[in-house]
């Protein structure tokens, strides 16, 4: 039985070792031509357009950067108000907006700037108590020493009007 087993495995097809052998001792048909030189130029190509996308990137990703840097510099240095101007200005504006003393032995008040403008509109837009006539009104002398001294048009200056 062992006898069997050992010849019931395949043998090797000689006709296809035959064949086998045959092709790879075949010469290289004109439609197998293998070409085992370095194209240059595309791998040129490759490279260079390799580097241009690697520098766009390298750009953009600076750009971005800036940008956040901004950001944060606006939002950490510049939108923040220093203390002593926050203070400041709230004081000012208590004193637009509120009625007070400002001396108090002088009789001298200060009023919103809202109800001062409307003041000073509403006395700017009335009637002039006296009305100015017109005939009172003279006009100025504006004659100077230079004019009432001056000669008439061709006599010579240096000649003292003799």
Known sequence: M???NQSSAPEP????MAELKSVENAPASSDAVVD????????FMIGAI?????????????????????????RKVVAQQPQALTSVQAAQEV??????WLDREAGI???PIDRAMALTIKELNREPETPIELDTITEPDITTESETTAKPVGEDPGDGGS
């Open 2 to 4: 062992a006898s069997e």
């Open 13 to 16: 097809d000689n006709k296809a």
């Open 36 to 43: 085992n030189e370095l194209n240059a130029p595309l791998i």
């Open 50 to 74: 390799a580097s241009l996308i690697i520098a766009i990137v390298i750009v953009l990703l600076y750009a971005l950067y800036q940008r956040e840097l901004d950001r944060e510099l606006e």
């Open 95 to 100: 004193q637009l907006y509120t009625y007070g």
């Open 109 to 111: 008040v200060s009023i």
